[in-house]
């Protein structure tokens, strides 16, 4: 997997991220796009780092679209979406619907929390904290 400032990988037209399949480089979907903030270098986005997370792919970056969603800073493939990862109700923003459940899945440091709170664990740990709070604020788009 590589992100980063880029729209080809190898011969292949790819739009910020892309992988390697054994023996040529492949877009990864319709990549991301737009830049998060109007002082942001590189215009047009970028992604800065990617990780796996329970099955999924997370990229962080400077970008307003992951796909055909609009998803700042944020995007995850692998669950048949590239909505921000802590839009858990996948209406690709993250806003006071998935907040309301928020709440309840604070469980604080080291305390596990219930499997219905996945989409709220942002850190990669069993528990929902203030650490998951704060990636939930970063991609909330309002509404």
Request: net charge negative; charged share 10%; hydrophobic share 35%.
């Amino acid at each position: 997997m590589a992100g980063g400032y880029f729209t080809m990988a190898g011969a292949v037209g790819a739009n910020r991220i892309a992988y390697w399949d054994g023996a040529s480089w492949q877009a990864f979907g319709l990549g991301i796009s737009g830049s998060a903030c109007s002082s942001c270098w590189p215009a047009g986005g970028s992604i800065y780092d990617t990780a796996p997370f329970n099955g999924q792919l997370i990229a962080a970056g400077s970008f307003t679209t992951a796909g055909t969603g609009v998803s700042s800073y944020l995007a995850r493939w692998g669950c048949g979406t590239t909505n921000p990862p802590s839009d858990c109700n996948d209406n690709a923003q993250v806003n006071l619907q998935d907040y309301t459940g928020f709440p309840n899945c604070l469980s604080g440091p080291l305390l596990p929390s219930e499997d219905a709170c996945g989409c709220y664990r942002l850190d990669g740990d069993a528990d929902v904290d203030l650490r998951d709070f704060m990636g939930f604020a970063n991609g909330f788009t309002g509404g």
